[in-house]
C-alpha cells in the first residue's frame, strides 16, 4: 500500500527571509553580500563589550510591508528578545530576535496547488538578526584543522515567517513557498536570492493515520535553502516516518539535518538536547510601539500584489496561463505594464515577452531587471510592424540587434535598410520580373498547382532581401496571375 | 600643590594661570605614584597621554580661550567604561587585555570638555561585588583605614577621589556601586535617572539598572561633571531624549519648605545603630535648615534585594556570554570549540562573577522563568509605584547609603549573602529607575559614613539643592583621610 494512502502527511513551515534593507539591524554597517571577510563590521555587530543595538527603522517598515501583503495583522506593541545559546558565529551568543510578542500575528496566503485552492494560515512573522559564517579549512568542520568566523553576515535583518501546519502534500508546500517567495519579491522587501542563502526554510513534517484528527509526531529540518532541498527532503523524510510507523515504532521528536549529497535527513538533536534559549525581553531594546498612522503609511506603499495584477491582465484579453507567467516575477509584470503603457495590444505584447524576449534573456542568462532592451524599445518595435514597417520576421532579428546594441529599434531599421518595402510600384516591377523569370511555376500555378505561388513569394522575397510586405506580395502576385 | 583642591577650585587656579594643567597633571601623578602602591586605585596610569592632554589644554589657555568648566582637570575612569586605545579590563582576567577600538559616549565627553584622563580604576570584576574584593587584579585599599575595603564596585574611583588621585571620578552603578563607595570613602557619588547619562561603552553588568555617574569631592563638582556627561545619546537606545539643566542653577544654600520623606523600612534591622545615629543627626540638621521632614513606607522593600538579584544576574547571564575567546578577549586552547567556550569561561572569569552567572542562568531556564524573572519583574513594578507614591507626598527621600560604615577585607567575602544584604538601601533605587545621591554625613570610629538622597526621575537638580545646603552647613566634607607616612614611602614594604 502507498504512503499517501495510509497516511496524511502534516506540514508547516518556518522561512528565513533576509531583508534588503541597505544597512543591518542594529548598526550601520553595509548588508551587501560578499566583500572581505569580517570588513561590514563594527563594534555592534561584532557584539564588543559595552556596544549597543539601535533599531533600524527602515526594518520595521519592511516587516509591516511583508505583513501586510501576508494579510497578517501588524501588532501595536511588539518588543525584542534575546534568545541564548552559544555558538562561534553569534557574536554576543544570544540572538537578538522577537519571541512572545511578534510584529505580525494571524496573516495567511492562498494557494492553488493541484487545480485546488487553498488557504494557508501564517501564525506569525518576526524580526531577527542573522549571524555571521563559519568558514572551515576543510570541506566541513570534523575534517577541518582550523576554522574562522566572518561576520559580515552577523546582524543582517532577517523576517521569520512561521506557517500553520496547514499544508497536506508536498506540491501544497511548493506552492505556498513559491507565492510566499513571489510576495516577497513583489513588496520588494527581500530580493530572495536563493543562491545566496537570502532565504531558508525549515520543515516540519508529522505523518498520521488517515481519517485521524491529532497530529503525529514532527520532526523539523533545519536549514534548506532551495525549493528542491525542500521537496526531496520532504520526500525522504515522509518515507522515513511511515517506515518507523509500519514498523510498529514512534517517530523521535527531534531537530534533523539535510545531507544535500547523500540526500537523507540525519539527526542533528534529539528533544531531550533541545536548546533551552532562555528568552526574556532584550533590555537594551525599547518596546516597539506602531501607531496605526504608521502602518496606513506603509500601506500606501504597498504595490499591486500578484493576484490581483493577475485579474487585471486577465481582463485585458490574456489567458489564465499567459497572465500567471506574465505576473510570477514583479520584474517580468512591470516589464509588461511599462511597454503596455505605449502599446496597447496586450495579447501581442505579452506573446513577444513569453516568447522572443524571455528566449533571449534566457540565453544570455540575463535577470529582466537588467534587460538591455527597454519596454519601451520593445513597445516601439511592435509598432513598427503594426505600422507595417517591419516584417514579423525581421522584427525577430532586429529585437536580437537591440538585445546586443541597446540601440532603439528605429535607428536599426534605418541604420541596416531593413524597411519593409509597402510601395506597390516598387514591388510591382520586382513581381514582373520574377514571373517572367519562373514561366513554369506561373504555368503550374495556373494549371491549380497553389504550392507553387509560395515558390513565387519566396522568389520575391528573396529578391527584396526579405524586405518586402509579404501580404501585399501575395496580394499583387495573386492579381497578377489571375 | 592643588590636587586636594575641588575642581571647581582647580578651574579657578587654571583660568587664572595660577597654575598650568601640565603641573596640577604632573602633581597627580606623583601623588599616584607616592601613595597608589598601597592604595591601588589605579589598575591603568596613562602618565604620558595625560601630560599631553594637559600640554594641549595648556596651548589653549595660553592661546587666551575662555576655558570650559572640566578643562584641563585631571580624572578617572573606572574600567568598564570603554576607552579608546586603552585597556578597559573590567578588573576580569578575561579582559586582561583587552583595548577597545572605540569610545563609551561618556568618554567622548569628558574629551570634548577638555578634561585629562589619568588612568583607569579598580572595581570589582565586571561590577559584580560591594567592596572591590572581586577585582582579579588587586585589593584596593580605603584611605580612612587601609585594613578596610573602599566599598565597590567602583571602589577605585572613590579612593581615588577621597585620596586626591584625581579631581574626579566616573562609577557605574547597578545596584549602589557609586553610591556606597563613595559612603564608605567620604566623597560625593551621584546615581543618575536611568537613561540620563548614555551607557554605550559600559561593559554591562546588568542592562536595565547600569547607570554612569560622577564620583567628586563636593556637591558643585558632582553637578559640573553632570553637565558634561549627561543627556540624550542616539547610540543607547534607552536613552531618554530631555531638555538637561545647567545643574549648577540648583545649587542653593536654601531648602527651607523642602519636603523629606524618611522610609522607615530602610531603618530597620542590620543597620548598624551608629549610622542611624548619624543620620539621625543630618536629619536634625536638614530641620534646622527648614525642611519639612516626615516619616513615610515603601512597604514592597524586603523584595528588593531577591528581586534585584534575579533580574541583575539574568540579565548578567546573557551580557557575560560574549566573552567565550573567540573575538577577543581570554582564550583557553581546547581540543574543539566547545572545550574552548567551557575553559575559557572557567578560567576567565572569577567566582562572584561565576556563581551569578550561573544565578541568572538557572532563572531563566525554561520552567523557572515565571516563578523567578517574571515574579521579579513584578516585584520590581511594585517598588516603583512605592516611590511613586511616596514622591506625591515628598520632593526627595533619604536614608543612610549604606547599613554600616565601611568593613575589613574579608569580613564579608566569605558569606556572599551577607554581602548582597548589605545592599538594602540601595538597590531599589536601582530597581525603580530613579537618581540618588550619597553625600558625606560623618564618621562611625574614624570611618566616614554616606547619607543618601532619592529622588523623582530626571529630578536630580532638587538632589543637587538637598545635597548642597547640607553639605554647605556641615564640615564632613572637608576632612581628608590621613595617609600615615608608611603609605607614602610604602615601596620598602
Redesign the interface.
Known amino acids: 500500500m502507498a504512503v499517501a494512502d495510509k497516511y496524511e502527511m502534516v506540514c508547516g513551515l518556518e522561512v528565513h527571509v533576509e531583508l534588503q534593507t541597505k544597512t543591518k539591524i542594529f548598526c550601520g554597517c553595509t548588508t551587501e553580500f560578499g566583500g572581505e571577510q569580517n570588513t561590514h563590521v563594527c563594534?555592534v555587530c561584532?557584539?564588543?563589550?559595552?556596544?549597543?543595538?539601535?533599531?533600524n527603522r527602515e526594518v520595521v517598515n519592511y516587516a509591516i510591508k511583508a505583513g501586510l501583503a501576508l494579510e497578517s495583522e501588524i501588532a501595536q506593541f511588539s518588543k525584542f528578545d534575546?534568545k541564548?545559546y552559544?555558538y562561534?558565529d553569534l557574536?554576543?551568543?544570544?540572538q537578538t530576535s522577537q519571541f512572545d510578542l511578534p510584529i505580525c500575528i494571524k496573516g495567511g496566503l492562498e494557494i492553488e496547488a493541484e487545480g485546488e485552492k487553498k488557504w494557508i494560515g501564517i501564525t506569525r512573522a518576526h524580526m531577527e538578526e542573522d549571524a555571521g559564517k563559519l568558514v572551515h579549512s576543510g570541506e566541513t568542520i570534523s575534517t577541518s584543522n582550523e576554522?574562522s568566523?566572518d561576520y559580515n553576515r552577523a546582524g543582517v535583518p532577517l523576517l521569520e515567517i512561521v506557517s500553520e501546519p496547514d499544508m497536506r502534500t508536498i506540491p501544497e508546500v511548493l506552492a505556498y513557498l513559491e507565492k510566499l517567495v513571489q510576495i516577497l519579491e513583489y513588496t520588494e522587501v527581500s530580493d530572495c536570492r536563493l543562491e545566496q542563502g537570502s532565504v531558508r526554510f525549515d520543515v516540519n513534517v508529522s505523518l498520521r493515520p488517515i481519517g485521524a484528527t491529532s497530529l503525529g509526531t514532527r520532526t523539523e529540518t533545519k536549514n534548506l535553502n532551495s525549493f528542491s532541498s525542500v521537496r526531496r527532503c520532504m520526500e525522504y523524510e515522509i518515507a522515513r516516518q511511515a517506515r518507523v510507523l509500519d514498523a510498529g515504532e514512534n517517530v523521535v521528536q527531534e531537530t534533523r539535518t539535510w545531507d544535500e549529497g547523500q540526500g537523507i535527513t540525519l539527526t542533528l538533536r534529539s528533544k531531550e538536547e533541545a536548546h533551552?534559549y532562555?528568552?526574556?525581553p532584550e533590555?537594551?531594546?525599547?518596546p516597539l510601539i506602531i501607531d496605526r498612522e504608521w502602518v496606513e503609511k506603509i500601506r500606501k506603499t504597498l504595490p499591486e500584489l500578484p493576484a490581483a495584477r493577475r485579474t487585471r491582465l486577465q481582463a485585458l484579453g490574456l489567458s489564465a496561463y499567459d497572465a500567471t507567467v506574465i505576473t510570477q516575477a514583479k520584474a517580468m509584470a512591470d516589464f509588461f505594464d511599462e511597454a503596455l503603457a505605449s502599446y496597447g495590444d496586450a495579447k501581442t505584447l505579452a506573446n513577444w515577452i513569453m516568447g522572443d524576449v524571455t528566449r533571449l534573456l534566457n540565453t544570455n542568462q540575463c535577470r529582466v531587471a537588467d534587460s538591455p532592451i527597454s519596454a519601451k524599445q520593445l513597445a516601439e518595435l511592435l509598432a513598427l510592424i503594426d505600422k507595417g514597417t517591419l516584417s514579423g520576421k525581421i522584427a525577430k532579428s532586429v529585437l536580437e540587434e537591440m538585445y546586443s546594441t541597446g540601440k532603439d529599434p528605429s535607428i536599426i531599421v534605418k541604420e541596416k535598410g531593413l524597411a519593409q518595402i509597402s510601395d506597390e510600384g516598387a514591388l510591382l516591377g520586382i513581381i514582373d520580373s520574377v514571373i517572367a523569370a519562373n514561366p513554369q511555376s506561373v504555368e503550374d500555378y495556373r494549371a491549380g498547382k497553389d504550392r507553387a505561388i509560395g515558390f513565387l513569394v519566396g522568389q520575391i522575397m528573396k529578391a527584396t532581401k526579405g524586405q518586402a510586405n509579404p501580404g501585399l506580395v501575395n496580394q499583387l502576385l495573386k492579381e497578377k496571375l489571375s | 600643590m592643588g590636587i586636594e583642591k575641588s575642581v571647581s577650585e582647580l578651574h579657578e587656579l587654571l583660568a587664572h594661570k595660577d597654575m598650568s594643567s601640565t603641573e596640577l597633571t604632573k602633581a597627580y601623578i606623583e601623588r599616584i605614584q607616592a601613595v597608589d602602591p598601597k592604595l591601588k586605585a589605579y589598575l591603568t596610569v596613562l602618565e604620558d597621554q595625560a601630560l599631553a592632554q594637559a600640554a594641549e589644554v595648556d596651548r589653549r589657555i595660553a592661546q587666551g580661550e575662555v576655558l570650559g568648566a572640566l578643562e584641563g582637570i585631571p580624572m578617572a575612569l573606572k574600567d568598564?567604561?570603554?576607552t579608546e586605545g586603552v585597556r578597559?579590563s573590567?578588573a576580569s582576567k578575561m579582559?586582561e587585555n583587552?583595548i577597545?577600538?572605540?569610545n563609551?559616549t561618556v568618554t567622548d565627553r569628558l574629551r570634548t570638555a577638555g578634561t585629562i584622563l589619568l588612568g583607569k580604576v579598580n572595581m570589582d570584576e565586571f561590577a559584580m561585588g560591594s567592596s572591590t574584593e572581586n577585582s582579579y587584579f588587586a585589593k584596593t585599599r580605603n584611605p580612612w583605614d587601609l585594613e578596610c575595603v573602599p566599598g565597590g564596585s567602583s571602589g577605585g574611583a572613590a579612593v581615588a577621589v577621597a585620596a586626591d588621585e584625581a579631581a574626579f571620578a566616573l562609577g557605574s552603578d547597578t545596584g549602589g556601586s557609586i553610591r556606597q563607595p563613595a559612603a564608605f570613602c567620604g566623597v560625593v557619588g551621584m546615581k543618575p535617572t536611568y537613561g540620563a547619562v548614555s551607557?554605550?561603552?559600559?561593559?554591562?553588568f546588568?542592562?536595565?539598572l547600569d547607570q554612569i555617574g560622577p564620583l567628586t569631592k563636593t556637591v558643585r563638582d558632582n553637578a559640573l561633571v553632570m553637565n558634561a556627561i549627561a543627556g540624550y545619546d542616539?547610540?543607547?537606545?534607552?536613552s531618554v531624549p530631555f531638555e538637561k539643566p545647567d545643574y549648577t542653577e540648583f545649587l542653593v544654600n536654601n531648602i527651607r519648605g523642602l519636603k523629606i520623606g524618611i522610609p522607615k523600612e530602610y531603618y530597620g534591622e542590620g543597620i548598624d545603630p551608629d549610622v542611624a545615629k548619624g543620620i539621625q543627626a543630618g536629619i536634625q540638621t536638614l530641620i534646622n535648615l527648614g525642611a519639612e521632614v516626615a516619616e513615610c513606607s515603601l512597604p514592597h522593600t524586603e523584595y528588593a534585594i531577591p528581586a534585584y538579584y534575579l533580574i541583575a544576574t539574568?540579565?548578567a547571564?546573557?551580557n557575560l556570554?560574549?566573552y567565550?575567546g573567540?573575538?577577543?578577549g581570554y582564550r583557553a586552547e581546547a581540543e574543539d570549540?566547545?572545550g574552548m567556550?567551557k575553559k575559557t569561561r572557567s578560567e576567565g572569569f572569577g567566582q562572584e562573577v561565576k556563581r551569578r552567572i550561573m544565578l541568572g542562568?538557572y532563572a531563566?531556564?525554561?520552567g523557572y522563568?515565571d516563578a523567578y524573572?517574571l515574579k521579579a519583574q513584578k516585584v520590581r513594578t511594585l517598588i516603583k509605584q512605592d516611590f511613586d507614591k511616596a514622591f506625591e507626598r515628598f520632593d526627595v527621600l533619604l536614608s543612610p547609603t549604606a547599613p554600616t560604615a565601611a568593613f575589613k577585607f574579608g569580613e564579608k567575602s566569605a558569606n556572599p549573602l551577607a554581602m548582597y544584604l548589605s545592599d538594602i538601601t540601595t538597590v531599589p533605587i536601582n530597581l525603580a529607575g530613579i537618581p540618588a545621591i550619597s553625600i558625606p554625613a560623618g564618621f562611625v570610629n574614624g570611618l566616614p559614613i554616606g547619607m543618601q538622597f532619592m529622588g523623582k526621575a530626571l529630578d536630580e537638580g532638587t538632589l543637587y539643592r538637598a545635597a548642597y545646603t547640607f553639605e554647605q552647613n556641615t564640615y564632613y566634607h572637608t576632612l581628608k583621610p590621613q595617609l600615615s607616612g608608611e603609605v607614602l614611602t610604602c615601596g620598602s614594604r
Open positions: 563594534p561584532l557584539g564588543m563589550p559595552g556596544a549597543l543595538p539601535v533599531l534575546r541564548n552559544f562561534p557574536s554576543k551568543n544570544y576554522s568566523v533551552d532562555r528568552y526574556f533590555p537594551d531594546l525599547a | 568598564n567604561l570603554c578597559t573590567c579582559l583587552f577597545p577600538p572605540y563609551a551607557r554605550y561603552g559600559l561593559i554591562a546588568a542592562s536595565s542616539r547610540l543607547d537606545s534607552t539574568a540579565e547571564s546573557s556570554a560574549r567565550d573567540v573575538r577577543y570549540v566547545l567556550f542562568t531563566l531556564s525554561s522563568y524573572y
